[in-house]
């Protein structure tokens, strides 16, 4: 069965129809007779939102003077070797998170703090989610309070993004503090949520915490993970993608 278009790729889509770049009321008009459209009493306030959230859509001022947007091309959703991962630990592990979730199909969402100070690849972070983050693009997001994840794999429908999976990566003296963070996304989306932990230590403190309030009751909700377990995971990805372009193999939705 089909996947239904996402609001995305029907307002990216209007886009290349209209050249690249286009304003706002452009793009609206173009919509509202689109059949493909989801037929939402307030569609047009989505197509604002949709176009201050994704990273694919630039700002810009038309040449009549309008608000507007242009289409610009994300780097490709593909992994690439670690190194460097000693430089900032954290940073390697949610680079790693980010391009997995874009692989798997994903939105991909880092926190406005580490965006600026956490690396990967000799890059900040932040050039591989495909979620805005400042201040105007965080107005569209649900829930300021999940807005602090290191990481979220997100997933659209007709109201908007909502996440699918979250992680947080923490030493043995901020465990806790991650499991809080992640319990304050709502159950009703239903999101899987990971702790990302370096070693021993921090796992045995992830199992004792689980048997404690207010943890206990939500542990079915929660995984733990090590570090390497992101690496090879990522490593993983690398290995596919490179068999996937040796065989001229093109993957479905690419």
């Given at each position: 069965?089909?996947?239904?278009?996402t609001?995305?790729q029907l307002?990216?889509?209007?886009?290349q129809?209209?050249?690249?770049?286009?304003s706002?009321?452009?793009?609206?008009?173009?919509?509202?007779n689109n059949?493909?459209?989801p037929?939402?009493?307030t569609w047009?306030?989505?197509?604002?939102?949709?176009?201050?959230?994704?990273?694919?859509?630039?700002?810009?001022?038309?040449a009549e003077?309008?608000?507007g947007?242009?289409?610009?091309?994300?780097p490709?959703?593909?992994?690439?070797?670690?190194?460097?991962?000693?430089?900032?630990p954290?940073?390697?592990?949610?680079?790693?998170l980010?391009?997995?979730g874009?692989?798997?199909?994903?939105?991909t969402f880092?926190?406005?703090?580490?965006?600026?100070i956490?690396?990967?690849?000799?890059?900040?972070i932040?050039?591989y989610?495909?979620v805005?983050?400042?201040?105007?693009?965080l107005?569209?997001?649900?829930?300021?309070?999940i807005?602090?994840?290191?990481?979220?794999?997100?997933?659209e429908?007709?109201e908007?993004?909502?996440p699918?999976?979250?992680?947080?990566?923490?030493?043995?003296?901020?465990v806790?503090s991650?499991?809080?963070?992640?319990?304050?996304?709502?159950?009703r989306?239903?999101?899987?949520?990971?702790?990302?932990?370096?070693?021993d230590e921090?796992?045995?403190?992830y199992?004792r915490?689980?048997?404690?309030?207010?943890?206990?009751?939500?542990?079915?909700?929660?995984?733990?993970?090590?570090?390497g377990?992101?690496?090879?995971?990522?490593?993983s990805g690398?290995?596919f993608q490179?068999?996937?372009?040796?065989?001229?193999?093109?993957?479905?939705?690419?």
């Amino acid at each position: 069965m089909p996947q239904p278009i996402t609001w995305k790729q029907l307002v990216a889509d209007v886009l290349q129809e209209l050249g690249g770049e286009a304003s706002l009321k452009a793009i609206t008009a173009k919509l509202k007779n689109n059949p493909q459209r989801p037929q939402t009493a307030t569609w047009d306030a989505t197509i604002r939102r949709v176009v201050r959230q994704y990273k694919i859509f630039e700002p810009i001022k038309t040449a009549e003077g309008l608000a507007g947007y242009r289409l610009v091309e994300l780097p490709e959703a593909k992994p690439q070797q670690v190194t460097n991962v000693e430089d900032d630990p954290h940073g390697a592990q949610q680079g790693m998170l980010l391009q997995l979730g874009q692989f798997c199909g994903y939105e991909t969402f880092t926190n406005s703090t580490d965006k600026t100070i956490r690396r990967f690849g000799g890059q900040p972070i932040a050039n591989y989610a495909t979620v805005k983050n400042d201040d105007e693009a965080l107005s569209a997001l649900p829930l300021p309070k999940i807005r602090t994840a290191d990481v979220m794999w997100m997933a659209e429908d007709s109201e908007g993004l909502y996440p699918r999976y979250a992680f947080e990566i923490e030493n043995s003296t901020k465990v806790r503090s991650g499991l809080l963070r992640l319990l304050k996304i709502p159950e009703r989306f239903h999101t899987r949520l990971f702790i990302i932990g370096e070693g021993d230590e921090e796992e045995k403190l992830y199992e004792r915490y689980l048997k404690e309030s207010p943890f206990r009751q939500y542990a079915s909700r929660f995984q733990f993970f090590r570090y390497g377990d992101v690496a090879a995971f990522h490593s993983s990805g690398f290995e596919f993608q490179n068999h996937v372009g040796a065989w001229g193999i093109q993957l479905v939705g690419a």
